[in-house]
């Protein structure tokens, strides 16, 4: 029983190894939402486009919460996105109608020269009556093929791989004593028999 | 039958149980001498080692095919070999331990006395002779728990 411990105890710490490895690659995909200004204006992005290449486009949700108003009006809404500087990279502006609507989903093509980094999405909404009203969230640029480099099926296989190195491990340890048994008992056996003509 | 004797007596009571079971095969459990040392030793002292098996526990090295090489800590193994050489000749024979004492270097009491019990119980099983050889000076507590496994007790 002492002997199988030490391959289950580094079978489990390869296993949590691996797991804290691949969570931390896939970090961005529990990325906390950032805070708003305003609770009336919410701007979401999906965990899908937390990270993005240089050049796709940022999709995001605008929700517009709390409203007073019954009648249709038309409001302004602003959108930057402004990398890590605080330098406007994207600046577009827009004016909606919102009356039962209130939420919009809108997308913005990253320049393709975009260097890697976080970058901060805004959104600004100017009421008729000039109230305006905030909302933030950010995102991450950077290459795919980094953002891929382990993806979650490459972890599955590699701790199967691990278990069933560990099960063979057990298995050849619990067999060994068998296998050198046989090996003395046949070894035994041809002795006898060589020598059975020399015994009186 | 356990012999307690002196160190120097030792090889003299081992050819003595030679000399006097020469007629039937005898199992040798050689745990101080290498096989080779212990053939040389008994043709020295004229003794015709054809009927014995050796169980060469103190090397490793295979000088001869015909000698089954077992380290002194897999008392397992040991017993093992001991039970299939016992099983394997069919005719009238006995098991000679020369010295019992040795695998207290290797093993703990414990684990020795039960190798002890183990080895009895299965030459009682198939009606073999066990003389076990230990010299006085070592091993006393171990000799105090396996007075009881064998028949009779030589203090010589």
């Given at each position: ?21 691949s969570q931390n690659q896939g970090i961005t995909n529990f990325a906390i939402k950032e805070n708003n ?5 919410i701007l979401d992005i999906p965990e899908s486009h937390k990270k993005i290449n240089?050049?796709e486009?940022i999709w995001f949700t ?19 996105i402004?990398?890590s ?25 990253i ?5 890697n980094g976080r970058y901060n999405i805004y ?12 909302a933030q969230n950010s995102f991450e640029v950077s290459?795919l093929?980094e953002k891929n480099?382990f993806?979650m ?48 | ?156």
């Amino acid at each position: 029983m002492k002997n199988n411990i030490l391959p289950i105890l580094i079978l489990v710490a390869a296993i949590i190894i691996i797991l804290i490895f691949s969570q931390n690659q896939g970090i961005t995909n529990f990325a906390i939402k950032e805070n708003n200004y305003s609770s009336n204006l919410i701007l979401d992005i999906p965990e899908s486009h937390k990270k993005i290449n240089p050049g796709e486009d940022i999709w995001f949700t605008l929700k517009l919460l709390n409203l007073a108003n019954e009648n249709r009006i038309d409001v302004t809404i602003t959108f930057e996105i402004k990398d890590s500087d605080n330098s406007i990279i994207i600046s577009k502006s827009e004016t909606v109608a919102i009356e039962t609507q209130a939420s919009f989903v809108r997308q913005l093509k990253i320049p393709d020269e975009s260097p890697n980094g976080r970058y901060n999405i805004y959104a600004k909404v100017i009421y008729p009556d000039n109230n305006e009203v905030f909302a933030q969230n950010s995102f991450e640029v950077s290459n795919l093929s980094e953002k891929n480099s382990f993806p979650m099926y490459y972890t599955i296989l590699i701790i199967f791989a691990i278990i069933l190195l560990t099960i063979i491990i057990l298995i050849i340890k619990k067999l060994r004593p068998v296998l050198e048994n046989m090996k003395i008992k046949s070894k035994i056996h041809k002795i006898v028999k060589i020598r059975k003509n020399m015994i009186k | 039958m356990l012999i307690i004797t002196s160190v120097e007596n030792l090889n003299k009571e081992i050819i003595n149980i030679i000399s006097r079971e020469k007629d039937i095969p005898g199992i040798y459990v050689s745990l101080n001498k290498t096989q080779k040392s212990s053939n040389d030793f008994l043709k020295k002292n004229n003794i015709n080692s054809d009927n014995l098996f050796f169980i060469d526990c103190v090397t490793s090295i295979k000088t001869n095919e015909n000698v089954l090489h077992i380290p002194p800590t897999d008392l397992k193994k040991l017993s093992f070999a001991i039970k299939n050489f016992i099983k394997e000749i069919k005719q009238n024979k006995y098991l000679i331990i020369d010295a019992l004492s040795t695998l207290l270097i290797y093993n703990n009491e414990n684990k020795v006395a039960s190798f002890v019990k183990e080895i009895t119980e299965i030459a009682s099983q198939y009606n073999v002779k066990v003389i076990a050889l230990s010299p006085k000076t070592k091993g006393e507590d171990l000799l105090n728990k396996i007075f009881n496994f064998f028949d009779k007790v030589v203090k010589k």
